[in-house]
């Protein structure tokens, strides 16, 4: 069973940049599309960037597109969340998570996805 640990939260600046890394255990990681989701205090889980298990397709949120990048290193067993111009709406929780599906589109539902990271809070002050 491969496990997700997430990393690189903070506190930062509105306009400001982290990058969150999410580390997975286990020789099976290039088996999961990975997908990004935040929950901000009294709000449900959201979706905000997935790709699939090759990294060739990715999708974004409306609200991170243009802002958010998502990668993945296989070799390294990473899934990356590069956030750029952060506002203080996207303070959250940020989880990664792993979707053992065989879609070769990487689902936005968080219900497809298999196993889940604890989260790193993210918070922008403005």
């Known amino acids: 069973q491969v496990q997700l640990v997430e990393s690189g939260g903070g506190l930062v600046q509105a306009g400001g940049s982290l990058r969150l890394s999410c580390s997975a255990s286990?020789?099976?990681?290039?088996?999961?599309?990975m997908g990004w989701f935040r929950q901000a205090p009294g709000k449900e889980r959201e979706f905000v960037a997935c790709?699939?298990?090759?990294?060739?397709?990715?999708v974004f949120a409306d609200s991170v597109k243009g802002r958010f990048t998502i990668s993945r290193d296989n070799a390294k067993n990473t899934v990356y969340l590069r956030m750029n111009s952060l506002k203080p709406e996207d303070t959250a929780v940020y989880h990664c998570a792993g979707d053992l599906g065989r879609s070769a589109v990487p689902s936005t539902s968080p219900r497809s996805y298999d196993i889940w990271g604890q989260g790193t809070q993210v918070t922008v002050s403005s």
């Open positions: 790709i699939s298990r090759t990294g060739s397709r990715v």
């Open positions: 286990g020789r099976t990681f290039s088996n999961y599309a």
